[in-house]
């Protein structure tokens, strides 16, 4: 529902050449209400002009687009380039341009409200996702610094400083252009303040580099993702070296463990990790996907000063001693998200599991139960312990071998689930040739009967229908859930893993040469 106050808005920069001759005499309450209206018509000049004429002390992207009085419709998940590029060369322009008759207040622009997600509904249908943002920002800041340096500005520009909060995410491809921005980050009137961290595709020196430039006292969330080559000694000597006074979230490459291989030096290396983070992180979001971990679980979390909400535990290889500490831990009755992909929970550890369960079934939002060997001979014991998550809101429970039928029985549960809006389950296994063997392997995923399938999804779909649960969204993605800096970046992930590919290759083929 629109206010007649927001359709008026919207009447008023539906026409670009208008609304731009006359925000002078706007009064400046009004800025943020029409720069909503300008951004769900995708006005990009409007845009440009409201925040290069920005009068008030701060600009929130995230509050100007979200949910308001005029617009209930959150806008923030509209990533569009058009309205984003506007934005931020707006931000520059205000920097640059003479001031005019109101003076400027802007002190601190916040970038961090934008929401990736897989389907836009703007009109261009072109997107800036965060390694665009962060691209973008950094080749600003470089201009400004550089007309400062030329003197082709305004004396009054050197008073101006805008603390601007961003969720970075480096990689190989934006890496020269980033640390150009960091170095000179106290010539720019446009302060870059990273609330965010994210590192993919980058080699491990340049990782420490960009780490050392950056500012790390408004370090919320660290993610260091694919490609990034970090192992457990490199991690204590990120900790020993590197204060995070505010970290909060943190992720971890896969395989930064390995207790496979642990020595003496391991073990007090790895009690050293998790005292630094209780010491000096505040984590309540832990990931450490396909690290193995086997019986080390305590000795990383126990330390740990503050409950966890989100852990991502996924191939990890836990036994029962560490399923026994999580559901015994204090972080039980915390957990909000949990992972525990690839173990065989419901076979080896059913009461462990339960009690876990029941400890943290007042809160839990998202469950990820992917690989598991879960059966239709552990279908009653799964509904059982889900019955008190009547929080959950994700489930996804891919590559478990369960049949059409007992899908069926699940969804009739799911149901009763209020608050689910979010279900990704499984191909049936009776979709499968027989003597399939699970976990199935990329090769044979797609090897299924597609028309049998279908059948079963609008079965499924018309559980969901029958019982007006029309809110809920459940499918299949094969190859995992949508992950926007993945798509965003995968032409450069897929060349790395080309590059690496060919070096094995050469390695290989030398290796045998000296044989010979």
């Not at 529902?1 to 359709?7: D, G």
């Not at 701060?58 to 058009?82: M, P, W």
């Not at 979390?301 to 029962?320: A, E, G, Q």
């Not at 290989?508 to 044989?515: D, G």
Request: aromatic share 8%.
């Amino acid at each position: 529902m629109k206010s007649l106050q927001f359709i008026s808005a919207e009447a008023f920069v539906s026409n670009a050449e208008f609304a731009r001759k006359n925000l002078s005499g706007i009064a400046r309450d009004l800025f943020p209400l029409l720069f909503k209206a300008s951004y769900l018509l995708e006005q990009g000049e409007v845009i440009h002009d409201l925040v290069e004429n920005w009068p008030l002390v701060d600009f929130n992207i995230g509050k100007l687009l979200g949910a308001t009085v005029d617009y209930q419709e959150d806008l923030s998940h509209r990533t569009c380039s058009v309205c984003l590029e506007s934005c931020l060369t707006g931000l520059r322009d205000y920097v640059l341009n003479h001031p005019s008759s109101c003076v400027k207040r802007l002190k601190v622009v916040d970038l961090t409200g934008m929401k990736d997600v897989e389907v836009q509904f703007c009109h261009c249908k072109k997107t800036m996702g965060r390694w665009a943002r962060t691209q973008l920002l950094s080749k600003l800041c470089l201009e400004l610094v550089f007309c400062l340096q030329q003197r082709q500005c305004d004396p009054g520009i050197f008073e101006i400083s805008i603390d601007v909060l961003i969720e970075l995410f480096v990689t190989d491809r934006n890496y020269e252009l980033i640390v150009q921005a960091l170095l000179k980050k106290s010539y720019c009137p446009l302060k870059i303040c990273c609330v965010a961290l994210r590192f993919d595709n980058l080699a491990l020196q340049k990782f420490f580099y960009i780490i050392k430039l950056t500012d790390l006292s408004l370090l919320r969330k660290l993610e260091i993702v694919h490609n990034v080559r970090l192992e457990m000694e490199h991690l204590e000597i990120l900790l020993n070296s590197i204060h995070f006074p505010l970290l909060t979230s943190l992720t971890l490459p896969a395989r930064t463990f390995n207790v496979q291989r642990f020595t003496a030096a391991d073990e007090r290396m790895l009690s050293d990790i998790g005292e630094k983070m209780g010491e000096m992180m505040q984590l309540t979001e832990l990931s450490v996907p396909f690290s193995i971990l086997t019986g080390r679980i305590q000795k990383l979390l126990s330390p740990l000063k503050t409950p966890l909400k989100m852990l991502d535990v996924s191939n990890c290889s836990l036994n029962h001693a560490d399923m026994v500490y999580l559901a015994n831990s204090f972080h039980a009755n915390h957990l909000e998200a949990l992972d525990l992909s690839g173990h065989n929970i419901l076979d080896l550890y059913p009461s462990t599991f339960f009690k876990f369960l029941s400890h943290f079934s007042s809160v839990l939002r998202i469950l990820t139960l992917e690989d598991c060997n879960i059966q239709d001979t552990h279908l009653n014991m799964l509904i059982l312990g889900l019955s008190p998550c009547q929080k959950l809101q994700e489930f996804k429970f891919l590559g478990n071998p369960l049949s059409s039928q007992a899908l069926k029985h699940l969804f009739t549960f799911l149901c009763e689930l209020p608050m689910l809006k979010n279900v990704e389950f499984p191909v049936p296994r009776d979709c499968y040739p027989v003597g399939i063997t699970y976990p199935i392997d990329d090769a044979s995923l797609c090897r299924f009967d597609h028309q049998k399938y279908e059948s079963v999804a609008e079965e499924l779909n018309l559980i969901l229908l029958q019982a007006n649960r029309e809110d809920v969204k459940a499918s299949t993605p094969l190859f995992g859930s949508y992950d926007a800096a993945v798509q965003e970046t995968k032409n450069e992930l897929g060349a790395y893993l080309i590059k690496s590919f060919k070096e094995t290759l050469e390695k290989f083929t030398t290796s045998l040469n000296k044989m010979s």
